[in-house]
């Protein structure tokens, strides 16, 4: 394990006790080492943990500029996984907000790239996200639709979590009409 690596790990274990200084210091420690050696990948990891910092503490407008930069380097490097994460981050971020719009707009792009890559789980987690903002929004019939299908691919996968978690968003699309 490099030492990149163990930055990274204690960040996440500070961030799970909420101690957010350290988990910054840590993650800071690690893009300043990926910077210094010019490594995409790496930095673009560095800057996606702390979007999930300012994520927790509820700076949206901070761990939007986090998730854009994320990104833009896992495009331009080709990381699939990593860019239909980094888009539905962006709409997560949006739903956080109450800008429906938008994270519908980010949902629906990053079902696409997911599908397009053939990313199944990715697929289930983007299906529930957009059809729990459409329930915002008020769109019923689509969130139901949409959340059936998320339901449909977390069985095909043998995903409990994401079974639950569209069962759920089901239940309260129902509640709400």
């Known amino acids: 394990m ?33 910077e210094a050696l010019k490594h995409l990948p ?37 990381d699939a996984l990593g860019i239909g994460t980094s888009i539905n981050s962006l709409g997560s971020v949006y739903h956080s907000l109450n800008q429906l ?8 792009e990053g079902l696409e790239f997911r599908e397009e890559i053939k990313h ?23 969130s139901i639709k949409t959340l059936q299908k998320s339901l449909e691919t977390g069985e095909q996968i043998q995903a409990p979590g994401r079974m639950s978690g569209a069962y759920l968003a089901l239940a309260c699309t129902l509640a709400a009409m």
Do not use: W
């Not at 960040?11 to 799970?16: E, F, K, M, P, T």
């Not at 719009?101 to 629906?108: H, K, P, T």
């Not at 199944?120 to 529930?128: F, K, P, Q, R, S």
């Open 120 to 142: 199944t789980a990715g697929v289930a987690v983007t299906l529930e996200n957009l059809g729990r903002a459409l329930l915002e929004k008020g769109n019923y019939g689509e």
């Open 42 to 78: 790496g930095m673009a990891t560095s800057f996606y943990n702390p979007g999930l910092v300012a994520c927790q503490r509820g700076t949206y407008s901070k761990a939007l500029e986090y998730y854009q930069k994320t990104l833009d380097l896992r495009r331009r490097v080709g």
């Open 101 to 108: 719009e938008d994270a519908i707009e980010y949902y629906r």
């Open 2 to 34: 490099d030492i990149t690596h163990a930055h990274n790990i204690l960040g996440a274990a500070h961030l799970r006790d909420g101690n957010y200084e350290k988990t910054n210091e840590h993650f800071e420690k690690c893009l300043q080492r990926e």
